[in-house]
């Protein structure tokens, strides 16, 4: 994961904790307040957003504590790889894309972040300029000759 990534999760996972949590607490007393909780509409939904909310925070401090923080210096950029920004043909569209690879947790499509684990990430994964990779996406299978690799 890159250092921005790991710190925007980070930020959310404490904006969660700090901010929601004290939010779907406070929805929970207004609804207790107002009676029979059996019949209590408004409870029923604070408590199942307080244990989506819950669950959302778990996974995403699994996801910290497992995290590695890539070092941009240390990469090769003769093969495509973690964090590569990878310029390539599409051969099907005949059109030039730019992507960046990076983890699942930090993939954007409107950023052009594609995850490694994605069909077309997998399939360029360790593919070097002038190389063809051929990605099994639900559309059926796609073809992409890497142009470049850069960070």
Do not use: C, W
């Amino acid at each position: 994961m890159t250092k921005e990534g790991y710190e925007a999760l980070e930020a959310e996972v404490k904006y969660l904790r700090n901010v929601r949590r004290s939010e779907v607490a406070r929805a929970i007393a207004e609804a207790r307040e107002k009676g029979d909780l059996s019949e209590n509409a408004e409870y029923h939904a604070a408590k199942e957003e307080q244990g989506h909310l819950e669950a959302k925070i778990s996974e995403m401090e699994t996801k910290l504590a497992s995290a590695r923080i890539m070092d941009e210096s240390k990469i090769d950029t003769s093969k495509v790889g973690i964090l590569s920004k990878v310029e390539v043909m599409n051969k099907k569209l005949n059109k030039k894309m730019v992507f960046t690879v990076v983890s699942e947790a930090e993939a954007n499509l409107k950023e052009q972040k594609i995850s490694s684990s994605s069909p077309i990430g997998a399939a360029l994964m360790g593919k070097k300029v002038g190389e063809v990779a051929t990605a099994n996406t639900p559309v059926g299978d796609m073809q992409f000759e890497v142009l470049s690799i850069s960070i």
